[in-house]
């Protein structure tokens, strides 16, 4: 009995073929994870496979490489088999040749004899190919396996190896937009019971506690550390030990990951209280309508950096009409001024990672040989710029965030005073922040929605909430 689900073994077969095709000689060397310590060796994180692993191989257990031959066409797993010590602690598993096996490789071996066989293949003058390790552990064994500084590993990745792997995954087949589905739907499931669970009083961290179990009800985990704060103007705040009070706005941002490790990731924003205030009603509805805009936009050919722009352009002209903003939004835009409001991105990739692929780059998965990632302050943020094809798979979440921080420091320096009306500012400094975020699949008309809707108008969101508190 295995301990994981897979795909059909046909489905790796065919992964690992197609990659073969896409490099001309050599040797590919992908690496599983290892148990990860926490605090003393047997105390580990959970663990987490690497995702380029599972997409090649499938195997969600610790402690396995694999190499891809590409002038023999051999693949082989290295793993090493468990002792009766290890199965008193952790129960039994298949051997690692009847799980080699399942996913449609033959030749397996122990993980000590993969030194031997990179060792050879570099005397013999083979290349090896690698992808960005980003686990410390991975990278001294890549160290010691190469004869390579440990800081020199990073230099010697494989582009051509990077570049192969993000063509095929940055397409998800059918099988992987149903298990997205699932993770997008459990996903909804936390967003749901936040708004439902979330009562004045309360601390943040008895919410997000009510987030995490439907991730562990939908049969896999969270796809990231839960956001759930009342200070939604710090774009990743881990921190739960506010107490939420009326009159406050909880921004949760949220995902689930199936157990085969796709992931689902959506942000929604609602009142403590039963209503919004006038003041986060206005902001709220300019946040939605760009949401909004930004959807209907999303289809093949168009390129996700002008979506984003559209958006950040339907932000700031969203301000201006609260005269919190001035002058023209292409020219303010261009220049960079919506940043006060939106330092982040539009959206990112997502697949068997929640930012699908960043191990490999943000510039290699969300941008082109071409079309380059800004180094300007917001949108040097944008995860994803290149042109949509079908079968991507990417989040939505425009947003609006007052930092204090932000508004001192460029108010000090008058940065972008033709732009931004300081006085005006100064009133919402005690705003905190709007995102609103849904996971789409572009088709080859358009985008698709995944997973349910969550309530995201102002009278849905307000409807749940006295629900609640009535
Ligand atoms: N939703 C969390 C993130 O995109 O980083």
Known sequence: ??????????????????????????????????????????????FRQDSNFLYYFGLDISGLAAIIDLDSGEEIIY?????????VWTGPLPSVQDMAASIGVTVTKDFSEITEFISKSRQKGRSVHFLAPYRHDNIARLSYWLDIPIHEVHNHTSVSLIKSVISQRSIKEACEIEEINNAVNTTANMHTAAMKFARPGMKEYEIAAAVHQEALKGGGNI?????????????????????????????????????????????????????FT???????????????????????GISYKSVYLHACENIFNGLKSLNITKGDAAEAVALGAHAMFFQCGLGHMMGLDVHDMEDLGEQYVGYTDHIKKSTQFGMKSLRLGRELEPGFVLTVEPGIYFIPTLIDMWRAERKFSDFINYERLELYKDFSGIRIEEDFVITTSGSQLLGRSVPKSIAEVEAIRADVLS
Do not use: W
């Not at 793993?79 to 199965?87: A, C, R, V």
């Not at 009342?230 to 949220?254: P, R, S, W, Y």
């Open 79 to 87: 793993g090493t088999e468990l002792t009766i010590d290890d199965i």
């Open 1 to 46: 009995m295995m301990h994981f689900r897979t795909f059909s073994s046909a489905t790796y077969i065919n992964r690992r073929k197609v990659l073969k095709t896409k490099l001309p000689s050599g040797i590919i060397l992908l690496l599983g994870n290892h148990e990860a310590p926490m605090n003393y060796k047997d105390n580990t994180y959970q």
């Open 278 to 300: 006038s003041r986060q009603r206005e902001i709220y509805q300019i946040v939605l309508d760009t949401h909004e805009k930004a959807v209907f936009n999303l289809k093949p």
């Open 223 to 275: 796809s990231f550390s839960t956001i759930l704060t009342v200070k939604g103007e710090t774009l990743h705040n881990h921190f739960h030990g506010n107490t939420i009070k009326e009159g406050q706005m909880v921004l949760c941002d949220a995902g689930a990951e199936t157990d085969m490790h796709y992931a689902g990731d959506m942000t929604c924003t609602f009142p403590v209280g039963k209503k």
